[in-house]
């Protein structure tokens, strides 16, 4: 299942909550700044030992003091507007992905799920009819080129109303190819 609500991505009970972190793993502004808020000081000191996260690429912590159980950080890209702000955006969410399909195997679930929040959208100035489109689109082909990953429940989390009315349109084009 893939679907949008509008919320606080921190106070979900979901397995994994992923986290549009900078490339240092600090505490920062936006959604980055509200989960290193409520997971508490451990979450940094375990960010602090990784160190270094390139832009696209994805890491999983504990979540500490979250309702949810992991918390994936993916730095994603400052938007300039080039080719490759769409790959790395696109790349946050397969890694992140892929990180979650790792835990599913590793743990041997039925299901699991995921929610993201918009990457790229707050300061870092992604436009966000475009970073939508990328999510959503990222989310369905990975799905379709592997669809062992559709056991995976794949939830966007919006803040602002204007990302969830984005996210409930473009989710609508979508389905999954028999």
Known sequence: MITTIKGDITGLDFDIIVNA?????????????????????ELEKECQKIGYVKTG?????Q????????IIHTPGPIYSGSDQ?????SACYWNSLCLAYDLLIQEKRERLSIA?????TGIYGYPHK??????VKT????MNEYPEARKI???FVCYLQQDYELYKEELSHYAFRR
């Open 57 to 61: 690429d994805a890491i999983m912590t």
């Open 85 to 89: 702000d769409e790959e790395c955006l």
């Open 116 to 120: 993201f929040p918009c990457i790229s």
């Open 153 to 155: 429940d794949v939830l």
């Open 130 to 135: 475009e970073a939508c489109q990328i999510a």
């Open 21 to 41: 972190a900078n490339n240092h793993l600090l505490p920062g502004a936006g959604v980055c700044g509200a989960i290193f808020a409520k997971a508490g000081k």
């Open 139 to 142: 989310v369905y082909q990975l």
């Open 63 to 70: 979540a500490y003091d979250l309702p949810c159980r992991k």
